[in-house]
């Protein structure tokens, strides 16, 4: 995994990925320690039949203990370089706390718009003016349309005492 697909992750999630390669190689320890233990015996038989005189049969048990080197030098480096990925990793997690820690503004948008009412208008759902705002325009239009009426009154007045 590279580091953007981790940073992708949240903190939970990735602290689950960590363990997971942590006990995968916990496995690869255990794993080593085994083939040191089978190594131990077969390099006790490779002694043991040369002291006896058994060329052909210490040769066997070389050409084993070979492979068996050969099979834990692989672990050996599949398990380092797990680790130092594993390094790595860990040390991107300050920056999923700093992100978790971090505000979301369209959250925060969402939390205040409900603190406020304002969502539970469906018009400001849906674009339109929140309650207070759309109280204010009805406001403002009835205090022009008492205007304007008074002012036809009295131009009405106006025109019946001239004429």
Do not use: C, H, N
């Not at 050969?70 to 398990?79: F, I, N, P």
């Amino acid at each position: 995994m590279d580091d953007a697909e981790f940073l992708a992750l949240d903190l939970e999630s990735a602290r689950d990925y960590l363990l997971a390669w942590a006990t995968t190689i916990k496995r690869y320890d255990q794993d080593i320690a085994a083939l040191d233990e089978t190594l131990g015996t077969w390099r006790s038989r490779v002694e043991l039949a040369a002291s006896k005189g058994q060329a052909e049969l210490s040769e066997a048990a070389r050409a084993k203990a070979g492979e068996l080197e050969a099979q834990r030098a692989g672990l050996v480096m599949e398990k380092d370089g797990l680790s130092r990925d594993l390094s790595r990793l860990k040390e991107r997690i300050p920056y999923l706390k700093a992100k978790e820690r971090s505000v979301d503004p369209d959250k925060l948008l969402a939390e205040l718009q409900v603190l406020t009412g304002d969502v539970l208008d469906p018009a400001a759902a849906e674009g339109s003016l929140s309650t207070p705002a759309l109280e204010r325009e009805l406001e403002k239009t009835e205090k022009q349309a008492k205007a304007e009426d008074a002012l036809a009154e009295l131009k009405k007045r106006m025109g019946e005492g001239t004429a």
